[in-house]
């Protein structure tokens, strides 16, 4: 249960509470219960669009994209666009890249990289709707947080000291890999061949990409990872 409530306060704004005192071995624990955060995130929001049917899809969209959003604190979002900065400014070397992502300021290639994927994102969430898709609405946030332990599993954590290096060196490996296999079988098995399959085109390409300019991975990349992925789910489900 400390895992859980672990999980739900650092991916999710939902307010959590409690007493205990954290240890590595809970930290890495947390990871677990990714999928499930997104699993739950998908649920609220697929109750949401059903609540809201009454309304045009376009204005349906707008909002089910604000909360999707707003749930999570824009934590994936600005890992994204600390992704998107580096990966324009950072060419000088590995060093200039890993700095840029640590600064809270957004460039303008940032803003458009978010504006782009936003966008695209809105436009698929309609093309759901309509099509009353509510189960792709479900489960690609819980997808989305899945690729995170597929990264943990596959790639190397390169900032150390912190929070990230705690959380990976303290994974519980075998059942990450379980989690991981099982979680992709029951996305085959709903959403089809083409949307885990550009989930895993997507999670290689990142990790080739954060290998050939970090060395490894970090918790921005993990996020722009998240948004991608889901983009990406939610487009094959479409296709």
Not at 31 to 45: A, D, E, R, S
Not at 164 to 184: D, H, M, N, Y
Request: charged residues 10%; glycine residues 8%; hydrophobic residues 55%.
């Amino acid at each position: 249960m400390n895992s859980f409530l672990i999980a739900l306060q650092f991916l999710t704004i939902i307010p959590v509470t409690y007493t205990f005192t954290v240890n590595d071995k809970e930290l890495g624990s947390s990871t677990l219960f990714y999928p499930v955060i997104g699993l739950l995130i998908g649920c609220i929001l697929a109750v949401i669009a059903i609540l809201i049917t009454h309304i045009s899809w376009q204005i349906q969209s707008v909002i089910l994209l604000i909360i999707w959003v707003m749930l999570t604190g824009g934590l994936h979002l600005d890992g994204l666009a600390d992704c998107a900065d580096a990966w324009v400014g950072g060419f000088a070397s590995k060093q200039r890249s890993l700095d840029i992502m640590k600064d809270p300021a957004a460039g303008p290639v940032a803003v458009i990289v978010l504006v782009l994927v936003l966008l695209l994102k809105w436009s698929i969430i309609y093309s759901v709707l309509e099509k009353q898709l509510f189960e792709v609405i479900i489960l690609a946030p819980m997808l989305g947080r899945l690729s995170i332990l597929i990264q943990m599993i596959t790639t190397n954590y390169i900032r150390t000291n912190g929070l990230g290096e705690k959380i990976v060196t303290s994974l519980p490996r075998p059942a990450v890999i379980a989690i991981s296999v099982s979680g992709l079988l029951f996305g085959l098995y709903f959403l089809g061949l083409l949307a885990i399959c550009l989930m895993l085109l997507t999670i290689f390409i990142i990790n080739q990409l954060a290998k050939k300019r970090l060395g490894g991975m970090t918790g921005d990349v993990y996020g722009a990872t998240v948004e991608l992925v889901e983009t990406g789910i939610l487009l094959g489900v479409v296709l």
